[in-house]
């Protein structure tokens, strides 16, 4: 069985400053992970992905992820943070050698202060 | 490729009323699924199918949770007498299965309100 552990219900940053969202993960098989973002009453709009080639995973609007086997994390950051990032983060798992259903952790709700 | 649609976008309805909610998923993307989303959650598996069967079921998906996918491509997912705890987002979502690595495409969902 899979899961997923996201530290931090919410986060506050201010804007410009550094984006972190932490992701833990849990499969007895190689999983592929995934970070996904949604807008308030939108549905889910994929980050990005690690599907086991590099461990650093670069996505769209300047985030990236680093997959860390030893620590079973995912976390996703940013170097700068703007207003338009503020939105639930969630991170999410699934098996790598069937990719059928994924499963999502809680999610974070990011705020962007002025 | 106008992405995963899905309607009614928002639904209100009594307690004890049957809904249906439709789905359309990318056109040729052969895994179509169904996931529930209540509020401060993370999305929760319903159901899903390849082409026209279903192959995986939630243990969330109570008997009076029904999903179909007759042509394999547009899906449906009807609650019969609900309850107000079906109060809830309904996303759908697809994928192919040739080269799949587990990204799903989501629609915006179809919110239920049950009064």
């Known amino acids: 069985a899979q899961s997923v552990t996201q530290l931090g219900s919410h986060v506050s940053v201010s804007e410009g400053a550094l984006v972190l969202l932490r992701c833990n993960y849990s499969?007895?098989?190689?999983?592929?992970l995934f970070w996904y973002v949604q807008y308030p009453n939108q549905g889910l709009q994929l980050l990005l992905k690690?599907?086991?080639?590099?461990?650093l995973v670069k996505g769209i609007n300047g985030f990236e992820a680093e997959f860390k086997k030893s620590e079973t994390s995912f976390h996703l950051t940013k170097p700068s943070a703007h207003m338009s990032d503020a939105a639930e983060y969630f991170c999410?798992?699934?098996?790598?050698?069937?990719?059928?259903?994924?499963?999502f952790g809680s999610g974070t709700q990011l705020t962007v202060l002025p | 490729d106008t992405g995963v649609s899905q309607n009614p976008r928002h639904k209100i309805t009594k307690r004890g009323q049957n809904v249906t909610f439709r789905c359309d998923p990318i056109?040729?993307?052969?895994?179509l699924y169904w996931y529930r989303q209540t509020l401060g959650q993370g999305p929760e598996f319903l159901t899903y199918?390849?082409?026209?069967?279903?192959?995986?079921k939630s243990r969330l998906l109570s008997d009076r949770f029904s999903a179909e996918r007759p042509k394999g491509s547009f899906s449906t997912l009807e609650i019969q007498r609900t309850e107000q705890g079906d109060s809830a987002m309904y996303l759908c979502?697809?994928?192919?299965?040739?080269?799949?690595?587990?990204?799903?495409?989501f629609g915006e969902g179809s919110r239920l309100t049950v009064l």
């Open positions: 999410a798992v699934s098996d790598a050698g069937s990719a059928r259903q994924l499963t």
């Open positions: 199918f390849q082409n026209e069967a279903q192959l995986e």
């Open positions: 499969s007895s098989v190689p999983p592929y």
């Open positions: 690690y599907t086991s080639a590099a461990t």
């Open positions: 979502a697809s994928s192919l299965v040739r080269g799949n690595t587990g990204e799903l495409f």
């Open positions: 056109s040729e993307h052969n895994r």
